[in-house]
């Protein structure tokens, strides 16, 4: 399985997946990096990887042909989307057989949506006195963070957690929960229903 991460951020999640993919934990090859900011971590990351990098500044529209071609060329399965923050276009979401995964730091339904990304989301789930929080990898369709859910784990939240602890025990693991529902993809063990994914 041929992986595009999308990413605009440090890419510790970009860095999980091919760390995977090297230690035969997923079936799959990293072979391009998108990222929004070409200053952004993730393209730091890749660049030292020999992993191709396109960056994408502006509106996705704008570089729509240039992003299916690069993609097409590159035989792209899936995308992985790892803290990419711009709203992915329809067109891409529409074409088959590519798949299009998001990874979000809750538990989705709660906490998601248009604005909720990064340490918001945090913030949003102390304030709101949850005890428990995690990470949802969902298959992305047309609105933000609302697609089938694919796999999801939990974590406590501590009475004395800032929403920088929280951020690091999510992020953890999200580093062990992507490689493991992107190894679903790669054996082909997913069953899509509507809205229910099962494996
Ligand atoms: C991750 O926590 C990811 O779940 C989040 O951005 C972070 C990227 O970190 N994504 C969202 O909030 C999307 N709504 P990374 O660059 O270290 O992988």
């Known amino acids: 399985m041929r992986i595009a991460v999308f990413a605009s951020g440090s890419g510790s999640n970009f860095q999980s997946i091919v760390d ?3 230690e ?7 072979e391009l990096c998108v990222s929004s900011r070409p200053d952004a971590g993730v393209v730091d990351r890749a660049r030292l990887l020999g992993i191709p990098v396109l960056v994408l500044s502006g509106s996705i529209d704008v570089h729509l042909a240039e992003l299916k071609e690069t993609l097409e060329t590159q035989k792209i399965d899936i995308i992985a989307l790892a803290g990419f923050l711009k709203k992915i276009p329809s067109e891409l979401i529409q074409l088959d057989p590519l798949r299009i995964l998001n990874i ?5 339904p709660q906490f998601g949506g248009p604005g909720m990304y990064g340490m918001r989301v945090h913030e949003a789930v102390l304030a709101a006195k949850e005890t428990i929080s995690g990470a949802t990898v969902h ?6 963070d609302s697609g089938p859910i694919v796999m999801q784990r939990t974590v406590p939240v ?14 953890k693991i999200e580093h062990e ?4 529902a992107l ?6 063990q997913i ?9």
């Not at 501590?158 to 992020?171: F, H, I, Q, Y």
């Not at 190894?183 to 082909?188: P, R």
């Open 183 to 188: 190894q679903l993809f790669a054996k082909n």
């Open 191 to 199: 069953t899509i229903n509507g809205r229910k994914v099962s494996y």
């Open 24 to 30: 035969g934990r997923l079936d799959a090859r990293v």
């Open 20 to 22: 995977a993919t090297l």
């Open 177 to 180: 929960l992507y490689p493991e």
């Open 139 to 144: 298959i992305v369709d047309e609105e933000y």
């Open 158 to 171: 501590l009475p004395t957690d800032t929403a920088t602890d929280l951020a690091a025990r999510v992020l």
């Open 104 to 108: 979000h730091p809750a538990l989705l």
